[in-house]
């Protein structure tokens, strides 16, 4: 099925409204390797970025991609079926690395190796962002109604909230349109692309910055448990050297090896 979105983020009138994937409608599959859960993301033309950056992208191809980021009791799993070295950064800091939580401390490799062992691969930046924000062009993954701590892991305005990555799945009203949840907090996200300024203005299809760049660091998506409810934003982006580790950044995949 092919979407296609009009710009901004007021809700579509008429048939296209209704194309909106309702929460009893998500479809779902697991990887019977590590035991993830995955939701379709249908393909579709959509209004990517922001402001200057704001373009629109076609993705041609629908895609399974996971529901929560890697817990660190399936990166556990990924390790003793491979002998993948070195451990997570905060492996052995009980705050970071509980069974429910997603496992932090990996760089882009760490996350391409698991991805190679799960039968998947990281989203695309493009991917990542029509799975959180939908055929509304929404400004949170659920909606545009502004965080508040029952939808996302996130850092108040006035400093106050989690110390440390939450489970993954535990906001369920955060929801995004096709079911994917931690989209929007809890721990940003590395994507397959090389970063560049996405100020672009020309349509896309399939989009991915396969090649390194001059900027030498991969995009991260998503907000974390230290960030604000800005970085929450479905369209919000930042970037990491790929050989970084931060108690803040884990991933998600794209299944390539379990068909539709």
């Not at 979407?3 to 998500?26: E, H, N, Y």
């Not at 096709?178 to 100020?199: E, F, H, K, R, S």
């Not at 299809?205 to 934003?233: L, M, N, Q, Y």
Request: glycine share 10%; aromatic share 10%.
């Amino acid at each position: 099925m092919l979407l296609t979105v009009g710009a901004g983020v007021l809700p579509l009138p008429g048939a296209a409204q209704a194309q909106r994937i309702k929460r009893a409608d998500v479809k779902t599959k697991i990887n019977p390797t590590d035991g993830a859960t995955a939701v379709w993301v249908p393909a579709a033309v959509f209004t990517m970025g922001a402001g200057a950056d704001v373009h629109q992208v076609t993705l041609t191809r629908g895609y399974w991609l996971y529901q929560v980021p890697v817990t660190n009791g399936q990166y556990r799993k990924f390790m003793q079926a491979t002998k993948h070295q070195p451990e997570p950064a905060y492996w052995s800091n009980p705050d970071f690395s509980a069974d429910p939580q997603p496992v932090v401390g990996v760089t882009h490799k760490d996350a391409l190796d698991y991805a190679k062992w799960a039968g998947g691969r990281l989203p695309t930046e493009a991917e990542w962002e029509w799975a959180a924000r939908g055929p509304e062009g929404s400004k949170f993954p659920w909606g545009d109604q502004d965080p508040t701590d029952r939808l996302a892991v996130f850092k108040q305005e006035d400093g106050s909230g989690p110390d440390h990555p939450a489970p993954v799945g535990s906001r369920p009203e955060g929801m995004s349109w096709c079911g994917a949840l931690d989209m929007a907090g809890n721990v940003t996200q590395w994507c397959m692309d090389w970063y560049i300024p996405q100020v672009r203005g020309e349509a896309a299809t399939d989009p991915v910055i396969a090649e390194k760049v001059d900027a030498d660091a991969r995009v991260i998506r998503g907000g974390s448990w230290v960030h604000s409810a800005a970085a929450a934003r479905s369209f919000y982006r930042n970037l990491l050297p790929p050989d970084a580790t931060t108690d803040t950044t884990g991933f998600r995949l794209v299944l390539t090896e379990v068909g539709k």
